[in-house]
């Protein structure tokens, strides 16, 4: 029932001399969401940000090993980097608009791509708005300025921003750390609505916020994962007793 | 509070209060002397050139076109159209190659070319401007009569030379501005599937609009007020230019050119043009500040 959309195998990364993840390897299926988990500094955001190559903006930072999205490698010579950034789109930590109006905001990735009929633009702007939940708080006034929203509201047009591109596979970077527990509840309430259509993988501080809305849970630690699985399974009878320290609490 | 400071001796507290005190006179002062300066510098402009504007006229003095201390014709239009033109002119050429260097520097340029090209940058702004204006004269004068006939000594050699001395200013502004601009902007276009190039016109470069304006702004007031290289490359011919090739006499090259033998209403009308360019000036100063306040609020 689960077809593999983008799989990481023997996976090492090295920010100059720190090795930072050492032979990784998982499988991240279609129309699920995957969360990973661990200790802060131990690998989970490093391992997102090579998924859509996000990586290669940081100097001194090597990759060996294999991404394969639909089976093909990413790190392929030639490989089309705007093309793979749009089809695996990546919400951040922080919100980050950007300075223009609500509507500029949504329609810059369409707009990057070659699309400039207004009429298709508004289209993509109030689906991809819709999508996210943020329409009919938004919808009157679209050419306001988006630094303007709240927290929440921000993330969620982030959220909306990426959607606007069609991607395939949307990453997320703890996208609700930053916010408030309403908020919070709004986008893991948007993410399963999301994965639907999308494949979804999140990094999570919050281990409540992985149980509740992953199918599948990573537990990074030092650079490796230690154990991966379906969430039920690492969250009621994780395999290693490292796991199991850190999902009780008693570290990390 | 903690011991030691409370085991102070009350002549030593006092004392501390006093060098506060000094401390702060010592401040207030030396921005005193610096409002000083601009005021007595205002105050003995005006005093000088407004007797020439109201013997002359405002009218006449800003709208005529002729100037010829020796026929008591005291018009300074030409001058002011050849200010304007030659900073405008030079801002828009010096603004555009300083823009785009500056986004080599911030955004594309590795590190280590980057940390050659702007110290090199920034010693164009410690060459003194007569230098600029040898140059000017040695080189640029030169291939415009080549090039084009004419004197060589114009309005587009002006412009060239002043080009040339407004890129450190735009530079080192500009840059600082896109620096500013916030990394998740960059990442967050990026991650959209934007390359570099859209990345930089479509959000960084608009994020730091208000900066660079501003750098812009500032290249202007130092392109008005820029005096000995232009004397040296402009022609200085008090005429109407009609052609980018014809000379120019801008209007800090009226004053300098004739103060020294000036007298009676000659010797104030040039004051007078002094008034005139310092309207100027101080507009510029003022649409840069008013951007840099929209820049806070925004």
Same mark, same amino acid.
């Given at each position: %029932?689960? *077809? ?52 290669? =903006?940081?100097?001194?930072?090597? +990759? *060996? ?15 089309? =980097? ?7 789109? %990546? ?10 109006? &609500? ?11 070659? /699309? ?7 289209? +993509? ?21 988006? %630094?303007? =929203? ?8 982030? +959220?909306?921003?990426? %959607? ?14 930053? =916010?408030?527990? +309403? ?16 494949? &979804?993988? &999140? ?9 509740? /809305? ?10 490796? /994962? ?7 399974? /690492? ?11 850190? &999902? ?5 | ?9 009350? $002549? ?101 070319? !980057? ?68 990394? !998740? ?5 990026? !991650? ?12 960084? @470069? ?13 290249? @202007? ?13 402009? $022609? ?61 609020? $925004?």
């Amino acid at each position: %029932m689960s *077809e593999v959309k983008m799989s990481a195998k023997d996976l090492r990364l090295w920010y100059g001399d720190f090795e930072a993840l050492k032979t990784v390897s998982l499988d991240m299926n279609k129309n699920s969401v995957t969360a990973l988990i661990g200790p802060s500094g131990c690998g989970k955001s490093t391992f997102l940000k090579t998924l859509n190559r996000m990586n290669d =903006l940081v100097e001194g930072c090597r +990759i *060996e090993g294999d991404v394969r999205l639909d089976g093909e490698d990413i790190f392929q010579k030639g490989y089309d =980097l705007a093309l793979l950034r749009k089809r695996v789109g %990546m919400v951040f930590q922080k919100p980050n608009p950007f300075p223009m109006s &609500i509507y500029d905001n949504i329609a810059y990735g369409p707009r990057v791509h070659g /699309i400039r009929k207004k009429k298709v633009l508004d289209e +993509i702007v109030e689906k991809a708005l819709r999508g996210a939940a943020l329409w009919d708080e938004v919808h009157d006034r679209l050419r306001k300025s988006a %630094m303007g =929203l709240s927290g929440g509201q921000q993330q969620r047009l982030c +959220i909306a921003r990426v %959607m606007a591109v069609e991607p395939e596979v949307v990453l997320m970077d703890e996208p609700t750390s930053a =916010l408030d527990p +309403i908020s919070t509840q709004r986008i893991e309430d948007l993410m399963a609505e999301l994965k639907k259509k999308f494949t &979804i993988v &999140i990094v999570t501080h919050n281990m409540q916020q992985a149980a509740r /809305i992953a199918d599948r849970t990573a537990f990074f630690l030092k650079g490796e /994962i230690v154990e991966a699985g379906d969430t039920l399974q /690492i969250f009621q009878q994780p395999r290693d007793k490292r796991t199991e320290d850190y &999902i009780t609490g008693r570290f990390g | 509070m903690n011991a030691a400071i409370r085991r102070e001796s009350p $002549g030593k507290k006092k004392f501390y209060k006093v060098l506060e005190r000094v401390t702060e006179s010592v401040f207030f002062l030396c921005a005193a002397a610096a409002v000083l300066a601009l005021s007595v510098i205002l105050i003995f402009l005006f005093i000088q050139g407004i007797p020439a504007l109201r013997e002359i006229g405002v009218w006449n003095f800003v709208t005529g076109t002729t100037w010829q201390p020796s026929g008591n014709k005291f018009g300074i239009l030409p001058m002011i159209v050849a200010s304007l033109l030659a900073t405008f002119g030079s801002a828009l050429i010096g603004g555009f190659i300083g823009l785009m260097a500056a986004l080599l520097l911030a955004e594309v340029a590795p590190r280590f070319l !980057a940390n050659v090209i702007r110290p090199l940058i920034d010693l164009l702004a410690g060459i003194p401007s007569v230098v600029y204006g040898f140059f000017g004269l040695m080189v640029v004068v030169p291939l415009i009569i080549q090039l084009f006939g004419g004197t060589g000594n114009s309005l587009l050699a002006t412009i060239i030379i002043l080009s040339a001395m407004i890129l450190p200013t735009m530079v080192s502004l500009s840059e600082t501005a896109v620096r500013a601009v916030p990394q !998740a902007y960059r990442e967050g276009s990026l !991650a959209l599937g934007a390359t570099h190039m859209q990345t930089i016109f479509r959000v960084t @470069l608009p994020a730091a609009k208000s900066g660079v304006l501003n750098a812009f702004v500032l290249s @202007l007031g130092r392109a008005i007020g820029e005096t000995m290289a232009v004397i040296l490359v402009a $022609g200085n011919r008090s005429t109407m230019p009609t052609s980018i090739l014809d000379p120019v006499r801008p209007m800090t090259a009226n004053i300098a050119l004739e103060l020294s033998y000036a007298s009676g209403l000659h010797a104030e009308a040039l004051y007078a043009t002094g008034v005139v360019l310092l309207c100027f000036i101080v507009v510029i100063n003022i649409t840069a500040h008013l951007v840099l306040r929209k820049k806070k609020e $925004g």
